[in-house]
C-alpha cells in the first residue's frame, strides 16, 4: 500500500490558496515547506529569509512565490 506516501506528497505540492497564511506574519502563504515534523507556510518574504536553512531540510519545497509576479 502506497496511498499514505502518494497523499503525503499531492498536499505537499497541491497548490496554496487564499486561506493559507504565513506561520510568521500570517500574510498569504506562496510556499509550503513539508518537514518530517510538519508543514510550514511563508509568504514570499519569510520564504527568502528561511529558505537558505529549511529548503536543505525540507521534503518538498513547494514555491509558488514567482505568482507574485505574475499579478
Ligand atoms: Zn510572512
Redesign the pocket.
Known amino acids: 500500500m502506497n496511498d499514505t506516501i502518494s497523499t503525503i506528497e499531492s498536499e505537499a505540492t497541491a497548490p496554496l490558496t487564499g486561506l493559507d497564511r504565513?506561520d510568521?506574519?500570517g500574510?498569504q502563504a506562496y510556499v509550503r515547506a513539508t518537514m518530517e515534523s510538519g508543514v510550514l507556510l511563508?509568504?514570499a518574504?519569510?520564504a527568502t529569509k528561511h529558505r537558505e536553512k529549511l529548503a536543505p531540510l525540507a521534503s518538498v519545497w513547494h514555491d509558488e512565490s514567482e505568482r507574485l509576479q505574475q499579478d
Request: aromatic letters at 12%.
Open positions: 504565513c510568521s506574519c500574510a511563508f509568504c518574504h519569510h
